[in-house]
């Protein structure tokens, strides 16, 4: 028995194969159109382009050896939140997706906490009105484009759009749905009381299933377009971040991960929907029926040293053409750079900030440059910026009382030593690398396997298929300065409001 995980994330989707003992057999990643922007702090993508996406990454992966159509159990799903998919009467899609990252809909957030108030929000939802969740997005469309809003008739999220055509149904599972701002958290089904206040149909909503779950069934047209047989039973899934946690055993109170792709994630599970009435950090269900999790979200943690590197270069072009990946030449060229990096400091909200912040119109800034320092400094200020807001989220959990047993690193800052280091050094504890870490795709392969039966639960899936290869410790002299930086970079938000609001 072998199983599928298809994650539709922003920069591509990736389709990756496991078998019963969790090992994975092929792997394959098609990329996406890099996404729109047309005004400043907007974000849009066309769900074609992920559905082609999805097609060429699931037939390249069939296409590999040991692995065959008929071998296939089962699908999972997992994708990039809070995205808006827009549908009408006949199912096709009415524009393209506003989706995570985009910062447009400031003036909705406010108006939902208006009408329904910032404590009943939490109450109803878990979670405050940001400019990131779902059903702001909808409330901009239907403010912004009122003709395109009369003929919308359906909402998606992003991997669920790909699961409509896969399958030919609408649905969703309870964690991707947490981060739309219709779902009753803690109860785990959509919100009556929410969708009355903003005046929104019940009949736009997918069904919603528990993550394991079987949603259909991939129809004669998905099969067709994909190589995948008729009939193969799908589950729900999960958004990227729970299913990614499932894929590093992120499962039980105690286990916390910090996993940085284009964003960062500080993610802990929970056997209750604990809340922080400032709503810093999202309270969601987690892919596992009677748990929640928390989590911290940084806007531009990867995005962060993507962006230096697309402005301002790589510095070893001789390198990179022997085929050298840029990141791990940007890092090394950091390492030239002592921890500290000598006073210069990153603040990395190129999109706005969530936690701890709540601001759409933060923006960054490269702090405590002198004519002595070097671009090794600068990359290192990103690197240990990136971590030092990850660790706000950490910071947070301790404030909530939320138990912090282990840190797991996943994405970018899990495969290079420095970023491993500057992160252990900064989070002042052992951080542990793990075996095979092949985030969202990976715990939606297991998701599936649940739903199909090949382990009794997700306990079960993760007890098997997860395992530990490293652990790094802090080094103790760099982690006492860490602090004092650290104390340093908590002073950076709030000086660069003040020069914001001087400058109008």
Not at 261 to 276: E, H, I
Not at 286 to 315: C, K
Request: proline fraction near 4%.
């Amino acid at each position: 028995m072998k199983l599928l995980g298809i994650d539709v994330g922003t920069g591509g989707t990736r389709a990756v194969v496991v078998d019963e003992q969790g090992s994975i057999v092929a792997s394959n990643t098609a990329e996406h159109a890099a996404f729109a922007s047309p005004q400043t702090g907007w974000a849009e993508q066309e769900p074609h382009d992920w559905w082609r996406a999805t097609t060429e990454a699931v037939r390249g992966v069939l296409s590999q050896p040991d692995v065959s159509a008929d071998a296939i159990a089962g699908v999972g799903f997992s994708g990039q939140m809070h995205g808006a998919v827009l549908l009408d009467k006949d199912q096709e899609v009415l524009r393209p997706a506003l989706i995570w990252c985009d910062q447009r809909t400031d003036a909705q957030g406010k108006a939902i906490t208006n009408k329904v108030g910032a404590a009943r929000l939490i109450e109803l939802t878990a979670n405050p009105a940001l400019t990131n969740f779902t059903l702001t997005k909808l409330m901009w469309v239907r403010d912004q484009e009122p003709e395109l809003w009369k003929r919308f008739r359906y909402f998606l999220l992003p991997k669920d759009y790909v699961r409509l055509r896969l399958t030919g149904e609408r649905a969703t599972d309870v964690a991707d749905a947490s981060g739309t701002l219709l779902l009753d958290v803690a109860n785990r089904r959509w919100s009556d009381a929410m969708l009355d206040a903003v005046e929104i149909d019940k009949s736009c909503l997918p069904a919603l299933f528990e993550s394991s779950e079987i949603t259909g069934r991939v129809s004669a047209a998905g099969a067709a377009a994909t190589g995948l047989r008729e009939g193969l039973p799908v589950v729900a899934g999960a958004g990227d971040q729970a299913a990614g946690a499932v894929g590093m055993g992120i499962v039980r109170p105690g286990a916390v991960s910090a996993t940085i792709g284009t964003s960062g994630v500080v993610f802990a599970a929970t056997d209750r929907p604990a809340l922080d009435q400032g709503g810093r950090i999202h309270t969601f269900c987690h892919a596992i029926a009677g748990r929640w999790h928390v989590m911290g979200v940084t806007q531009a943690a990867g995005l962060s040293l993507r962006w230096f590197r697309d402005r301002f270069g790589l510095g070893d072009g001789a390198a990179l053409s022997e085929g050298a990946d840029p990141y791990d030449l940007l890092c090394k060229e950091a390492a030239g750079a002592p921890p500290g990096s000598d006073g210069v400091l990153w603040a990395p909200y190129l999109m706005g900030e969530r936690t701890p912040h709540l601001d759409p119109v933060a923006r960054a800034a490269l702090v405590g440059l002198a004519a002595s320092h070097t671009r090794a400094h600068a990359i290192r200020a990103i690197l240990e910026g990136v971590a030092f807001s990850l660790r706000d989220t950490l910071t947070i959990f301790a404030e909530m009382n939320v138990p912090v047993e282990s840190i797991r690193l996943g994405g970018g800052g899990a495969r290079g030593q420095l970023w491993r280091q500057i992160q252990a050094d900064i989070y002042g504890r052992e951080v542990e690398i793990l075996a095979a870490e092949e985030g969202a795709a990976y715990g939606a392969a297991l998701l599936a396997g649940v739903g199909v039966g090949a382990w009794s639960s997700v306990d079960e899936a993760c007890a098997r298929a997860v395992r530990v290869a490293a652990r790094v410790e802090p080094d103790a002299a760099a982690s006492a300065l860490m602090n004092k930086r650290y104390s340093a970079y908590r002073a950076l938000y709030p000086a660069l409001r003040s020069v914001a609001e001087a400058a109008g």
